[in-house]
Every structure is written in C-alpha cells, then in structure tokens.
C-alpha cells in the first residue's frame, strides 16, 4: 500500500527559498494520491475555525482538562465562540507537549515537522526555541496556505513548508537536531518512515511521536479502530510496531508517555459543538474507553 521510492518530479513553488534545498517531489502511489486528494480539498471548520483564533492552524487533537462551563453559556453566540477557543486551547497543549520533549534546542538548530499539515507545530517550536524548522506535507494545498501563515508572521526566513513525501523527502543526512510526526503516521509504513528520520537526524537527535495507536494487548483492531480508518483513509498501526520499528532504525526511546485519559476531555467537549462535530467523536471516545485504542507520546534519541 505504501511505496515509497518512486522517480522524480520537479520542485513545486510551495518549495520556494534561497535556502531551500532542490530536491523532486517523488511521484505518489494510488494510496498517496487518495491521501493528497482528501487534505487538498478538506475545509474542516475543527481545523480551520480553530486556527483562526491566533493563525496557529493543528490538524491534531487536544490533552489536558476542559473547562466545561463553557457549555453553559446562555448566548448562543458566544457559547459557540467560547466551545471553539476552548478546543484550541487543548489542542495547543498537546502542540506544546510535543515540543517541550524536542531536547536543547538552540535557534542554530534545524527541525523536522513530518506531515505538517497547515503547519502549526513548525511554528510552536520556532515560537519556543527560535530554531529552523522545515515542514513536509503531501497536500500541495497545505504547504502554500503553510507558506502564506509563516509570511504573515515574518519568520519565512526560519520556517518552511515543502510539498513532499515525508518518507522521501529529498534533505541532507544528518541536517535535523530534532524531528517529529504529530497524529500523521498512520499514513504511512513506520519502517519506511523512521528510516528517514533516522538518516535525517544527527547522532543524538531526538524523535517525536504523538500518535493513536491500538492496544496489542486488547488483540486485533477494534471495530471502533477500523471505523477511524475508514473516516480518514488511514491505518493505524499496533502500539508494538512503534518500538519495533525504531528499534530496527536506530532510534531508542527516552520517554513514554499514555496519554489516553488526558484527551478524553477534548473528545467530549468536541462532542457538543455542534458547528464542529464530524460525527467520529463518539467512536473516539468509545475506543479509548473500551481499552482497544491508546493515544501516545514516544520521544527517542537517534545513536
């Protein structure tokens, strides 16, 4: 379903920089292409809606607890603006969770953001460590909108978004101090994926995964597993493969963390916004109730 290695194509403009290195876009597969198609023509309003609070657009959710009082807010109006900027907030701490387990950065670093999406976490590390970031998305539609938010905020020179395959995206070997994948690896085989991290990152550099993964230990994927498949054309791995396959990649992990219960919250407030909703919440909830689904967060160093 996920080959990778395919002959190349021109840089697209979503690639423009005096920096930016010249490497192709690789051709999609048939997979790849759906993938593309559905970012490229998503309007979601629990993605756009949320970004245009403060132009910090995640395509990821939130942790931490809600304040659910904005429920009860007797203006419609206004509950709906405050339901809204609530789930920002939480999924902005998920956004700075991943972050602050990037290690030392400096602003002469240079980071990976591996299906970046419209590129917020590019911009949160940049925002913390004053670092270089690089952002690789499938969806040509994603890395210009990207592009557009980094000129608004005047830090095109420090952070980048590229129309790219992120298994094979064309940077230097050893260029990366740090690298992440936020909610974006279902898209893809993790051998595949974590071999590239590994050859992007230097020796000692640190990895980042937040991801949905299911229980191993609850057997085979639920019914509640496929059916978010179904909803994002994706396949979500087993909590297993990860350790697995960065351990066949040289990458080994210096902190685990289940964030399971910590995103409950997000999931049951997005449950009444009704101007938000896309009608997974509840198999959402279920699964991560049930024990078949776990939400993570791994961070590895590259030896």
């Not at 023509?41 to 990821?60: K, S, T």
Request: proline letters at 4%.
């Amino acid at each position: 379903m996920y080959d990778v290695r395919r002959k190349e194509s021109p840089l697209t403009t979503a690639d423009a920089g005096p920096t930016t290195p010249t490497a192709p876009v690789p051709t999609q597969s048939t997979y790849q292409n759906r993938v593309a198609d559905y970012w490229n023509a998503e309007e979601n309003p629990v993605n756009l809606d949320l970004g245009q609070i403060d132009d910090l657009y995640h395509h990821h959710y939130g942790i931490g607890g809600a304040d659910e009082s904005v429920l009860d807010d007797p203006d419609p109006v206004r509950r709906r603006e405050r339901l809204t900027a609530e789930l920002h907030r939480l999924e902005h701490a998920q956004a700075e969770l991943l972050a602050s387990h990037l290690g030392q950065l400096t602003p002469a670093d240079r980071v990976f953001d591996a299906g970046c999406g419209r590129g917020g976490g590019s911009v949160v590390a940049n925002l913390r460590y004053g670092c270089r970031a690089d952002g690789v998305t499938i969806s040509a539609k994603q890395a210009e909108f990207a592009n557009a938010q980094a000129r608004k905020r005047g830090i095109d020179d420090k952070v980048r978004y590229h129309h790219r395959n992120m298994l094979d995206t064309g940077f230097p070997t050893g260029e990366f101090a740090a690298s992440w994948n936020n909610e974006s690896t279902m898209y893809v085989e993790l051998d595949l994926l974590f071999a590239e991290h590994s050859r992007l990152l230097r020796r000692g550099g640190r990895y980042v995964v937040i991801t949905g993964c299911y229980n191993d230990t609850y057997g085979r994927a639920s019914r509640e597993v496929s059916l978010i498949n179904a909803h994002y054309i994706c396949d979500i791995h087993p909590r297993s493969e990860y350790f697995r396959a960065m351990a066949r990649n040289r990458l080994v992990p210096v902190h685990v963390q289940d964030l399971t219960e910590d995103t409950i919250p997000y999931w049951a407030l997005r449950k009444q916004a009704d101007h938000l909703v896309t009608g997974i919440e509840d198999t959402f909830l279920d699964a991560y109730r049930n024990g078949s689904f776990q939400y993570l967060l791994i961070a590895a160093d590259r030896v």
